[in-house]
């Protein structure tokens, strides 16, 4: 799929396309998946819940090593922000940054976060993902250490204490 989103939009990629790159029947194709957008889906779900989950041992380095591959597949996310799906990149950009977040804090801290620091995180999350959102489309200007030093300067200092 991504190959082929390097050389076509996500709108001009076809079933037929992805099925010759992939050589795999139509049958099987639809046992899977209902439309090309639901393989586009399922693929970048996969592939930046791969990268959250192999994390380096701190925020900063995690957080480099997520805007590195975006970066490196800058067009390929820049489609997928124009998809039409109920889980969408910015979603799923948020939902996996959450969940990823709140389990390294919780097993720094050794307990679960209390509703406020979930809040606090929520709030967090939704900026850091419209910030690389904002970073991607704008065809990443900044470098990369700069964007995740603004991005770790705005974590809420009650979070901090919890961030290897």
Known sequence: MQALLTK???????????LKQSDISKATFYRYFAD?????????THTLYDVLLYTEPDYRSSMNKLLDFMKDNQEYFKQLMVLDAPDDLATLLFQSSMQTSQKVMEEYKQQPLSKHEVQGLAFFTAGTTHTILQWINSDTGLPVGEV????????????KSYIP
């Open 148 to 159: 995740s030093e603004l991005i770790y300067q705005c974590i809420p200092s009650f979070l």
């Open 36 to 44: 090309k957008y639901e393989l586009a889906t399922a693929y970048y």
């Open 8 to 18: 076509h939009t996500i709108k001009d990629v076809t079933v037929e396309m992805i």
